[in-house]
Each structure stands twice: as structure tokens, then as C-alpha cells.
């Protein structure tokens, strides 16, 4: 079986559940890969997670850029969504279509623009460049700012309103799926039913199509916050945490390197050198 395409995961719309996970290093996507993951997100929140930084807007281009690469060189089957930074489509929509390439050339599938006020044009400009485009609407982080900080959106009838609106504008842009981060549950399954294209929630309850975590809170590697919605499969932070004091601890005990661990002249030289030396 070939790489998951853009049209595999249109097809697997009300038939199987989509599975995504955020990942921004070789390592990481090896596994998630082999694991059977439809989609890798290099998710701008390589900002938090991964570069201690407190807001995905800061994170630039040629860091998500770098993170994409890594992670394509590792993936064969999933399909590899590029989450493009604030600073290559909101900040510089003029440079989006160029900047979406660059994603592309990194190894890139698709890539993934949040809602903001000149998102149409923008999507329109990278769908007619035939860029595959997954929307995000809801709680969108790189404008939390605008929407009164890392709230539940879509709780008011008004706000549900505004965000079907625009899931079904970006439906008819073309993009392939629609992340809904952080709304009612009701709502994300009204919206799912009445589109054609998937929906992958995160913090939006069991009726979306597909559901997307950060790779980080499902680990337990990333202790500054876990939102309501995270489900914590592994404290993998305690776990490197113990690994680590058993390292130190047997280094300063003198048991590792242990034999084993080791390389050796064979004797005959080693006392012809020790004669020279
Ligand atoms: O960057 C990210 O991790 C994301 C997910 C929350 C969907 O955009």
C-alpha cells in the first residue's frame, strides 16, 4: 500500500474514523508511521511544545519549515499535513501561495491555514495553485488574542452560527477537512453531518470524523498546561524523568559502561602499544 492521499481521507468520511496526532521530529514520525497514523500534523505548536515559546505565532518559517522535512523523511505512509505559521499566510498573505510551495518541497501533503479576516482569499489563492488545504476553525491559537484568549468558542447561538458559516465557506473553497478545535460537542456534530468533507476535532467531542491530539499532551510531555479535552496515555515526562536519575546514578556508581558497552584492542597489541607509548 502507497502513501494515504488527500482523497483517501475524503473517502473515509462517515465510513472510518480519521486519526491524526501532531509530530515535529524524525524520531517521533517513524513511529507514529508504522503505527498506522492517517495524518501527521507538524503543528505550529511546535512553538509551545517543542521551542518553549508561549505563543504559536512566534514560531517562524524556516523552523516549521526544518521540522517538516525531518518528519517527511521518516514517514511512508501517512499523509504529512504542514501547519502554516502565522508569519508565512495572516502576517503575509501576498507570500502564501509561495511560502504553501515550500512546504511542499519540505515533503509536505497538504497544509492546514486557521480561520482569520482574509482567509478566503487566501485559501482560494493556495487551492488554485492545486495546494491541498485543511481548514481549522474554532478556536484558532494563532488569533486567540481576537477571541478572548484559549476559550470554548461557538457557545452562544450567534457564535455557532458564525463558525458553520464558516465551515461550510471553506468547504466550498475545496479544502479536503476541517479541524474544529474547542467547540460544543453538539455543535461539531451538527457541522460534521452537514458537510461533505471530514471534520477532525480536538476538544470537540466523539461526533467529528476524525480526532487530532498533541503528540506532547497524549505523551505526558508537556507539564505547562493539559487542557480539559487531552486524554493523557503515558507520563513519558516521569518516565525519562526515572531514566535519566538511573543513568546518572550507574555512571557515578562505575556501572555503565558495562563490558558489553564497550570496544577493545585485542591483547597482542595492546601490549605491543603500551610498550611504544
Ligand atoms: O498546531 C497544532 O498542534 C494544531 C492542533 C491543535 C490541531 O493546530
Known amino acids: ?78 499523509l504529512v499535513v504542514a501547519d502554516m505559521p502565522y508569519v508565512s499566510y495572516q502576517k503575509n498573505p501576498k507570500k502564501c501561495v509561495e511560502n504553501a510551495k515550500k512546504f511542499v518541497s519540505a515533503g509536505a501533503g497538504a497544509v492546514k491555514i486557521e480561520w482569520f479576516k482574509d482567509c478566503v482569499s487566501v485559501v482560494k489563492k493556495l487551492i488554485k495553485a492545486k495546494i491541498p488545504v485543511m481548514g481549522h476553525i474554532g478556536l484558532t491559537p494563532q488569533t486567540a488574542h481576537l477571541l478572548g484568549g484559549y476559550k470554548v468558542q461557538g457557545k452562544t447561538k450567534e457564535s ?47 461526533h467529528c470524523d476524525g480526532q487530532v491530539l498533541v503528540l506532547y499532551d497524549l505523551l505526558g510531555l508537556y507539564k505547562k498546561v493539559t487542557p480539559k479535552f487531552v486524554r493523557v ?27 558489553e558497552e564497550s570496544f577493545f584492542m585485542k591483547e597482542e597489541e595492546w601490549e605491543i602499544f603500551k610498550k611504544i607509548v
Open 233 to 259: 496515555y503515558r507520563d513519558l515526562f516521569s518516565e525519562i524523568k526515572d531514566t535519566t536519575a538511573k543513568f546518572i546514578a550507574e555512571t557515578r556508581h562505575g556501572r555503565f559502561p558495562a563490558k
Open 160 to 206: 455557532a452560527y458564525k463558525l458553520v458559516k464558516q465551515a461550510k465557506v471553506l468547504q466550498d473553497l475545496g479544502v479536503f477537512s476541517i479541524v474544529l478545535e474547542c467547540i460544543p460537542a453538539q455543535l461539531a456534530g451538527l457541522i460534521t453531518e452537514h458537510l461533505k468533507v471530514p471534520t477532525i476535532g480536538i476538544g470537540a467531542g466523539r
Open 1 to 78: 500500500m502507497g502513501r494515504i492521499t488527500v482523497k483517501d481521507i475524503l473517502s473515509k468520511k462517515s465510513k472510518a474514523k480519521i486519526t491524526m496526532l501532531t509530530c515535529y521530529d524524525y524520531s517521533f514520525a517513524k513511529a507514529l508511521d508504522e503505527a498506522g497514523l492517517d495524518m501527521i500534523l507538524v503543528g505550529d505548536s511546535l512553538a509551545n511544545v517543542v521551542l518553549g515559546m508561549q505563543e504559536t505565532r512566534r514560531v517562524s518559517l524556516r523552523e516549521m519549515i526544518n521540522h517538516t522535512k525531518a518528519v517527511s523523511l521518516a514517514v511512508e505512509k501517512s
